[in-house]
């Protein structure tokens, strides 16, 4: 009887996979997973005004910007091979409501107009939230110290359709209420906007990850956690039935936040849906990453494309990430 171990013997010097490891070419040859330019989204930061750039500390290289200068570097993205943007807006506007959210006039708004009117072609994906226009943080109304769901749908909706008319392609709720995208579904096709794609946030956990975040859009919240919306960490179930909501109400697109400590739920969501499926790279997973390349701890480079590519091997389409312009520019390298 032949043994496991003898027959792995056997099988040797015949089975040698280091042979498709030999040199660079060989190597691009039979890679099973590609990340391109194509998958990459760039979040960026509007603010009112003209000429405005502050540079935001928890994000290096990422910056508060005007409308004027957003679609200046938005087009910059561009032409660097970056296909999409997701504007967040920063408002000096709060209230309880978080009406400054769907302001016609407000920095997201003229944010989207600008690009487009920058480079036509680039899609130009919008945040539908409330909790960086409300002067309590939180992502929706809030009665009596607690988040109300259904009070909040009908302003999550005003928003998107402000976004919509400002031009946007896709609009993109990060609440996490229930129902939030049949009632955006709704109100864009009841105002002629059937077009409007949406990129639903369905699986948005609690995470501890998102701290640079709030700093950038000023959205920590007054009093409590979003614990009571967003999802628990350690359920994946959960984010499956999430999916299957949002899809059933009308998403387009579903993702999944964070991405590199969430692979697994990435790949329970491939596997159980056909539509395109984005992974947000977040903020404090990408300030890790910085501040060990600042130190000499990583090679920023290699160590970004490969958080991306493991990404996109779980299963991802499209990443949300703040290394999308330099990501770009690597990948277009390793191509020359």
């Known amino acids: 009887m032949t043994t496991g171990s003898q027959a792995l013997r056997a099988a040797f010097p015949a089975a040698r996979p280091r042979r498709l490891r030999a040199g660079a070419t060989m190597r691009r ?3 099973e997973t590609r990340l391109s330019p194509d998958q990459l989204i760039l979040p960026m930061f509007a603010v009112p005004g003209r000429g405005v750039e502050a540079p935001i500390a928890a994000l290096a290289g990422h ?3 005007s409308p004027d200068l957003l679609a200046a570097r938005a087009a910059r993205a561009f032409d660097d091979g970056v296909p999409a943007v997701l504007l967040f807006g920063v408002s000096e506007h709060k209230d309880a409501l978080g009406s400054g959210g769907h302001d016609p006039d407000g920095a997201v708004q003229r944010a989207v107009a600008a690009v487009k009117d920058a480079r036509p072609e680039m899609v130009v994906i919008t945040d539908v939230c409330l909790c960086a226009y409300t002067d309590h943080g939180h992502c929706g109304v809030v009665v009596d110290d607690a988040v109300d769901n259904d009070l909040t ?3 999550l909706a005003r928003v998107a359709l402000s976004h919509a008319e400002a031009g946007a392609d896709v609009v993109a709720p990060s609440d996490m209420m229930d129902g939030r995208v049949g009632a955006i579904r709704a109100a864009l096709d009841g105002d002629g906007h059937s077009g409007v794609a949406i990129m639903s946030y369905a699986a948005k956990y609690a995470s501890a990850f998102y701290g640079p975040f709030r700093e950038a859009a000023g959205s920590a919240p007054g009093f409590g956690d979003r614990r009571g919306y967003q999802m628990d960490p350690a359920n994946v179930r959960e984010a499956l039935r999430e999916v299957a909501l949002d899809v059933g109400e009308g998403a387009d697109m579903v993702m999944v936040k964070p991405a590199a400590t969430y692979l697994d739920v990435i790949r329970a969501v491939r596997d159980t849906t056909s539509l395109p499926l984005a992974a947000y790279h ?3 997973e990408y300030a890790m990453l910085m501040a ?3 130190r000499g701890w990583l090679d920023e480079r290699r160590a970004a494309l490969e958080t991306l590519t493991g990404i996109v091997r779980a299963g991802a389409d499209l990443v949300i990430t703040y290394h999308a312009e330099r990501a ?8 020359a």
Do not use: I
């Not at 770009?328 to 191509?335: D, I, N, S, V």
């Open 29 to 31: 040859m039979v890679r």
């Open 63 to 65: 910056s508060h910007l």
């Open 153 to 155: 749908l009908d302003v």
């Open 282 to 284: 977040v903020s404090g």
């Open 292 to 294: 060990a390349a600042e």
């Open 328 to 335: 770009a520019r690597w990948l277009r390298e390793e191509e």
